[in-house]
Structure formats: structure tokens, C-alpha cells
């Protein structure tokens, strides 16, 4: 009889160890879990501001280009601005809206490039720039047969 007391008390031991560990790693996983989540929307909060920091500049640069014309009309009609937006953002035909309607003005061509901030010219708009500067510029006429 003792013996199977003995047995008993460590069959009952067994298995109250072995439904704690059970317990135990549910009550684990479930704050794993948790802790999961949270760690995921920190991030998620994170990455957001980070990509919302990076794009408030990029936007603010787009509407300057856009509202450009409006907002800096020294260079005439705004029939005469054409934008572009890459490699430069507008070409200005200063006169030209004038000369189509038979006043005896010149033409002048103006390559302009929209910046805001601290923003510098890319390696594209040097070089556009230098084209112009050192008057690597030309008119070529095509026709289609």
C-alpha cells in the first residue's frame, strides 16, 4: 500500500510539473506575444515619422515648383512658363506670349530650377547648368517624312 502511495503522490507530482510547465509556457507565449506587439507598433510608429520627416521636405520642394509661377511672376505671362520637373523644372520663354501676338520683342530662353531650403543642385542639374553656362546649347530642326 505504501508503495502505491509512493506511486500515486508521483504520478500526481509528474503531472502537476507537467501541467505547469504547459501553463507556464502558455502564460510565456502569450506575453511573448504581447511584447510581440507592442515592439511592433513602436516600430511601425516609428518608421512612420521617420518616413513622414523625410517626405515633408520632398512635398514642400513639389507644391514650390508648382505654385512657382504664381507666386514669383517676374519673368512675364504664364502662358510663356513650360514645366518640365526633370532635369529642370520650367523653361521660360520670357516674351514669347508678346511675339505670338505681334509685339516686336525678343525671345529670351531661361532654364529655372525650384529649390527650397538648404536643397542643392543633383548632378543632372549641374549639368544642364554647365551646358548653358558654356553655351553647349543649339537649335536642330527636324522634319518627319
Not at 512675364?76 to 529642370?88: A, I, K, Q, R, T
Amino acid at each position: 500500500m505504501a508503495s502505491s502511495l509512493l506511486i500515486g503522490f508521483i504520478l500526481g507530482a509528474a503531472i502537476f510539473f507537467a501541467l505547469s510547465i504547459l501553463f507556464s509556457m502558455l502564460f510565456l507565449r502569450r506575453a511573448a506575444k504581447k511584447a510581440l506587439e507592442k515592439w511592433k507598433e513602436e516600430e511601425l510608429k516609428k518608421e512612420v515619422s521617420k518616413s513622414l520627416d523625410l517626405q515633408r521636405p520632398v512635398i514642400k520642394g513639389k507644391i514650390s515648383e508648382q505654385l512657382f509661377p504664381l507666386l514669383y511672376n517676374q519673368f512675364g505671362s504664364l502662358s510663356d512658363f513650360h514645366f518640365l520637373g526633370n532635369p529642370v523644372d520650367y523653361i521660360i520663354f520670357e516674351g514669347l506670349s508678346d511675339f505670338r501676338e505681334g509685339k516686336n520683342t525678343d525671345v529670351k530662353i531661361k532654364f529655372v530650377e525650384v529649390k527650397t531650403g538648404d536643397s542643392g543642385l543633383s548632378r543632372a542639374e549641374q549639368g544642364v547648368k554647365s551646358a548653358i553656362e558654356n553655351n553647349r546649347v543649339s537649335w536642330e530642326e527636324f522634319r518627319a517624312k
